[in-house]
């Protein structure tokens, strides 16, 4: 949406005043705000006048100040539709003051990156998150985003790019939905051992399911010359396939070329398999109220299917578009999931879903 305010700006499509009207913002705390475990180190150069509304049944007045702890946030996207647009109204017809830097900056990066003075909304907007190499640290599901990116960065360029750590992220308030991360990488192929930093935009559109759209990905650029932004669109809807355990006992001639067993060395060569069973297993923590993963995972099995021409059957796992039937065992379960891949064959898209089964206890 961004790119799109900003084109319409210069071209003249889109007054100041119309481009206002639409991303709605409120000023920063004349002092850093910290948010939650998070630190946000950006202050504002100016004091102006805040939205204020009436406490009822009194003549005082509170100030209106909607920007939560990224944790907080995250966890607003449990609550029931009905009062996700009883909040959003709520804040729609407060009224909010306007800020064209902030805008600007939104269009001008993509998303990613706020200069050091301008002003955060307060009501609805996004915010930025800062994480210290040895103090505060994003949400696990955060850190399996931007590993997500990193993968998706090296599978499409033929890099070997390894994550190190999220420096900083920003997200919508009151909803969050997009996440802007910023990662720090470094090239393993690369003599020097100075960091990169790669830049990806994941979107989670519905909660609790786990679908992600990947709509960026890439090693930030020194200026930013194409603002042009695309969607991702899918190229399929469907329910999620259920899962094999083994080819389909009445394989047809076709079954041969969909389907390859994951060998050993394969798990071993190619640590996104690992990355894809440990979002199933996010998503077994999370619906059970678990923010962590445990440290011990063990994949047992994992069929890929693919409709696209290999000569070689363990090629399949470099298709653009494939579905991965995952066993493993965690938390002295047996865990049964499908993680589907989809692209649309522009750089830097990907949609990732996952679906978990009913876990096996042992007796």
């Known amino acids: 949406m961004a790119d799109t305010l900003k084109r319409m700006l210069e071209s003249g499509k889109l007054t100041d005043e119309q481009c206002l009207s639409m991303l709605r913002g ?11 475990e998070c630190t946000s180190e950006i202050t504002p150069v100016h004091s102006r006048k805040r939205k204020k509304k009436a406490i009822q049944g009194t003549n005082e007045e509170e100030e ?19 009062e996700k647009k009883r909040i959003f109204c709520q804040y729609e017809e407060l009224g909010v003051e306007e800020d064209m830097d902030y805008i600007r900056q939104i269009a ?29 640290q994003p949400p696990t599901e955060m850190v399996l985003y ?20 999220i420096p900083k992220l920003n997200t919508e308030h009151p909803f969050s939905f997009s996440y802007f991360i910023t990662v ?5 192929d690369a003599a020097a051992a100075d960091s990169l930093t790669l830049q990806t935009l994941v979107r989670r559109p519905s909660f ?21 932004f695309n969607c991702f669109y899918l190229s399929f809807r469907g329910c999620m396939p259920t899962f094999l355990s083994e080819l389909p006992e009445e394989a047809d001639d076709d079954d041969g070329v969909r389907f390859y067993e994951v060998q050993t060395k394969d798990i071993d060569n190619n640590d996104w398999l690992r990355l894809y069973t440990e979002f199933a297993l996010f998503q077994v923590c999370e619906a059970g109220s678990h923010s962590f993963l445990p440290k011990e995972m063990n994949i047992k099995k ?8 290999h000569t070689d059957p363990s090629l399949k796992l470099d298709s653009m578009n494939a579905i991965f039937h995952i066993s493993f065992r965690a938390n002295s379960c047996d865990y049964t999931s499908v993680v589907r891949r989809t692209t649309d064959e522009i750089s830097g898209h990907m949609f990732l879903e996952v679906e978990n089964f009913s876990p096996q206890v042992p007796s």
């Open 108 to 136: 001008n990066t993509q998303g990613f990156d706020f200069k050091p003075d301008v002003r955060i909304p307060r009501l609805k907007g996004y915010s930025p998150f800062y994480f210290g190499e040895n103090e505060e």
């Open 302 to 309: 994992i069929l890929v299917e693919t409709r696209e021409p």
């Open 26 to 36: 409120l000023d920063f705390d004349k002092e850093a705000k910290v948010v939650g």
């Open 64 to 82: 209106v100040d909607n920007r939560k702890s990224l944790p907080q946030l995250l966890d607003m996207r449990k609550l029931p539709n009905e």
């Open 146 to 165: 931007g590993r997500l990116g990193v993968h998706w960065f090296n599978f499409e360029q033929k890099r070997k790019l390894k994550f190190i750590r």
């Open 184 to 188: 720090e990488v470094k090239d393993d």
């Open 208 to 228: 609790p399911e786990l679908k992600l759209l990947m709509e960026r990905c890439r090693i930030k650029p020194a200026e930013i010359s194409d603002h042009s």
